[in-house]
């Protein structure tokens, strides 16, 4: 190959590495300002300061504040720099592949602590901004939606071992897993009642188990240390 094809792909390749470094920089530029001073008080402006880029960078590389509030929110579901869907995450392969109903809620409790500690700030700033937001109510309710599909999905995986309890329909199932896996109740829990991240992880298996498994069910072993 030509030194100067060489030379133009390296360039190329440079090039995009530098752009997706300042695009994740915006993003997290914008995550900490929705979560110090709220959705609403977050400008593109203050986004753009704080990641020492232009104004027009940040809508070049992310796009408009609704569009990188999803990209922050995507980011901390996913725990990486991009989105991942939840068929690609690994705590939702090894859920899919264990038969046994109360390991499957154990080790979903145990990934749910990981990500609200990520996730809840913002989802909370999220929810508050969806008030009077409609671009942000939009968000909130895309998300929402994705969320209680994925329930249910987990739920029919719940069923499918034949151990979930007797006339508890995969609709309940999943909302009630849908309640109570919410970034309020972590909260709640966690800031209000200052429990341990462990004791909610372990409170939340527990309470799975007996809310959604029939009584032949032993109650949850934990997973382990956080």
């Known amino acids: 190959?030509?030194?100067?094809?060489?030379?133009?792909?390296?360039?190329?390749s440079t090039r995009q590495a530098a752009?997706?470094?300042?695009?994740?920089?915006i993003v997290d530029a914008a995550r900490f300002l929705m979560i110090q001073r709220g959705y609403r008080q977050t400008t593109i402006s203050s986004i753009a300061q704080r990641a020492e880029v232009n104004?027009?960078?940040?809508?070049e590389l992310v796009g408009r504040k609704p569009?990188?509030?999803r990209e922050v929110?995507?980011?901390?579901?996913?725990?990486?720099?991009?989105?991942?869907?939840a068929e690609d995450r690994d705590y939702v392969k090894?859920?899919?592949v264990e038969p046994d109903p109360v390991r499957k809620l154990a080790i979903y409790a145990k990934a749910l602590v990981a990500t609200h500690q990520r996730l809840a700030p913002l989802f909370l700033a999220l929810r508050d901004a969806s008030s009077t937001e409609p671009e942000a109510r939009q968000v909130w309710e895309a998300i929402s939606r994705r969320r209680a599909a994925n329930m249910?999905?987990?739920a029919r995986d719940l069923q499918q071992t034949g151990r979930l309890r007797m006339g508890l329909s995969i609709d309940e199932a999943a909302d009630t897993i849908w309640a109570t896996n919410s970034a309020e109740l972590f909260v709640l829990l966690t800031v209000e009642r200052r429990w341990s991240t462990r004791r909610y992880e372990h409170?939340?298996?527990?309470t799975w188990t007996r809310l959604l498994l029939g009584p032949e069910t032993s109650t949850v072993v934990p997973l382990g240390d956080d």
């Not at 104004?55 to 809508?59: A, Q």
């Not at 409170?203 to 527990?206: F, G, I, K, M, P």
């Open 55 to 59: 104004l027009d960078t940040v809508y």
């Open 152 to 154: 249910r999905k987990f």
């Open 203 to 206: 409170w939340l298996a527990d």
């Open 94 to 96: 090894a859920i899919r």
């Open 67 to 69: 569009v990188l509030l």
């Open 19 to 25: 752009s997706t470094a300042t695009r994740q920089r």
């Open 73 to 85: 929110i995507e980011q901390a579901i996913s725990g990486t720099d991009h989105a991942v869907t």
């Open 1 to 12: 190959m030509p030194p100067d094809v060489n030379k133009r792909s390296y360039d190329r």
